[in-house]
Nanobody, 123 residues
């Protein structure tokens, strides 16, 4: 079984930066995309960024394009989300995910979720 463990969340001022990490353990498929979703209280979970684990293709949600960058460390079996120019509206619980298909992963393609890491951006 695959487990995903996120880390790196915290409290940051608007305009600041954070780097989230997601370490994958267990068996993973080369066909799987990995990425990030987020969910704020009272809102639906939304796609943030995705990556074709081995292919190097990436995709971003419209609200974070140009500010967030997803990357990977193959040796550590870990993906990262570098978040810059953070805004209060970025405040959410961020989930690492594995899913079927492309880097632009649909929420319905997700087969495994991490436990989430909280990101809070103060004004």
């Amino acid at each position: 079984q695959v487990q995903l463990v996120e880390s790196g969340g915290g409290l940051v001022q608007a305009g600041g930066s954070l780097r989230l990490s997601c370490a994958a353990s267990g068996r993973t498929s080369s066909n799987n995309a990995m990425g990030w979703f987020r969910q704020a209280p009272g809102k639906e979970r939304e796609f943030v960024a995705g990556s074709s684990w081995n292919g190097g293709y990436t995709s971003y949600g419209s609200s974070v394009t140009g500010r967030f960058t997803i990357s990977r460390d193959r040796a550590k079996n870990t993906i990262y989300l570098q978040m810059a120019s953070l805004k209060p509206e970025d405040t959410a619980l961020y989930y690492c995910a594995i899913g079927r298909g492309a880097a632009s992963m649909d929420i319905n393609s997700v087969t495994r979720w991490g436990q989430g890491t909280q990101v809070t951006v103060s004004s």
